[in-house]
């Protein structure tokens, strides 16, 4: 049976979860392929030892590939592979960032953001610099509405909003200050410098591979800062020395993400990726705009997301009417967040451009046939 015939017995819908999300089919495919015998180990990548060369290779892979698709390849920095997700994340940044007697500055643009400032304020001194919390979490703060703290030890940004459907379209001027992102939902879907960021973190189960795996990507220079008291598996610098191999990675989402990480670089990389998704997301607004108030976009245009679509109906009975009959289409996870509501269309870099074409015809047929 060859792979066509295969696919034709396989049953696979648009997935626009937020995460987690769709996986490249040419990447499961390959998993598929490797599951019982990894390279001829006669053992799946979930039984050989993280501490085989095999595993090694992997790894060694993943984080090359990484830095070579972040345009960081020959700069000075480190991917480590953690666990805990992004919520660890907002732990681990102040405890080994913050000491006493500094502030971190925080900029609130969603839920997630403000997550990581509560968490961070349990650890040290906290200055919110700019929220749009007010208005809704609709929008980006301008570079002139960023109010720093005097010598802040770091400024922490989360660059795409999920929930909210907003994303920075610029990466704020913080002077000599260490800047810090949360990335989970927009990595490496774009080029952007990321030399700008001393440290920036990304779960992966939205554009890097499945759950269980978060890369932590830090500046060299920044390990220098880790205090020596803090317990060692809270500790970046242990865990660069150890190249990610402290206590036992979560082996088969670090293969799954090196074959992510290949898969970008044969669509081209992110200048490819980026056209790629900048037209994907293109379909699904044009749909809203044109729907003449039938659709409601929850983000301000210029702060749109293109990772993350938000809108509403005119009322919840449609909405729950939208979600049943995109169902019957193939279209799913199209609900939107309980503190949003609506509509969210999750157009992550594996959403194919057909799963966005067939969703904003899907959304003009039913514009067209329910619009008063």
Same mark, same amino acid.
């Given at each position: ?28 495919? /390959?998993?598929?392929?490797?599951? =019982? ?50 919520? !660890? ?12 007697? $500094?502030? *971190? ?10 997550? *990581?400032?509560?968490? +961070? #304020?349990?650890?040290? /001194?906290?200055?919110? +610099? ?8 609709? #929008? ?28 920075? /379209? ?10 810090? *992102? ?6 490496? &879907? ?51 020395? #150890?190249?990610? !191999? ?5 082996? %088969? ?10 898969? !970008? ?39 749109? &997301?293109?990772?993350?679509?938000? %809108? ?7 909405? $729950? =009417?939208?979600?049943?009959? *995109? ?18 269309? #999750? ?5 194919? =451009? ?19």
């Amino acid at each position: 049976m060859n792979r066509e015939e295969v696919l034709l017995l396989i049953h696979r819908v648009y997935n626009f979860n937020p995460g987690p999300a769709t996986l490249p089919l040419p990447v499961l495919e /390959k998993a598929r392929e490797e599951l =019982l015998d990894y390279r001829g180990t006669g053992m799946s990548v979930m039984e050989i030892s993280h501490r085989s060369s095999d595993f090694e290779e992997i790894i060694t892979s993943a984080e090359a590939s990484f830095l070579e698709l972040a345009g960081l390849n020959n700069r000075d920095y480190r991917v480590l592979f953690l666990q805990g997700g992004a919520s !660890l994340q907002f732990m681990m940044v102040p405890y080994n960032f913050l000491p006493d007697g $500094k502030t *971190a500055d925080y900029i609130e643009t969603g839920i997630f953001a403000e997550k *990581a400032q509560k968490e +961070a #304020s349990r650890i040290g /001194k906290t200055h919110i +610099a700019a929220s749009t919390k007010d208005t809704g979490y609709r #929008s980006i703060p301008r570079q002139k509405d960023l109010s720093f703290s005097p010598d802040p030890a770091y400024v922490h940004l989360t660059t795409n909003n999920t929930i909210y459907g907003t994303q920075w /379209k610029y990466i704020p001027d913080c002077g000599d200050v260490p800047l810090v *992102a949360d990335m989970s939902s927009d990595i490496l &879907s774009r080029e952007i410098d990321l030399t700008k960021f001393s440290l920036f973190y990304a779960g992966a189960q939205k554009n890097l591979g499945p759950a269980g795996v978060t890369a932590v990507v830090i500046r060299k220079s920044m390990l220098e800062r880790v205090p020596e008291n803090i317990p060692n598996i809270f500790s970046y610098k242990v865990h660069a020395e #150890s190249g990610s !191999l402290y206590n036992t990675p979560p082996c %088969f989402p670090i293969y799954i993400l090196q074959l992510v990480m290949e898969w !970008l670089k044969d669509q081209g990389g992110l200048k490819a990726i980026e056209i790629l998704n900048e037209k994907k997301a293109l379909l699904i607004y044009e749909a809203i705009d044109r729907s003449e108030n039938f659709y409601r976009g929850h983000a301000q245009k210029e702060c749109r &997301s293109t990772m993350n679509i938000t %809108f509403r109906l005119p009322d919840e009975k449609m909405e $729950k =009417l939208f979600l049943e009959e *995109a169902a019957k289409e193939g279209l799913m996870g199209l609900k939107g967040h309980r503190s949003v509501g609506g509509i969210r269309a #999750s157009i992550y870099n594996a959403m194919p =451009l057909e799963g966005c074409e067939t969703l904003a015809q899907f959304m003009e047929d039913f514009c067209n046939k329910h619009k008063a």
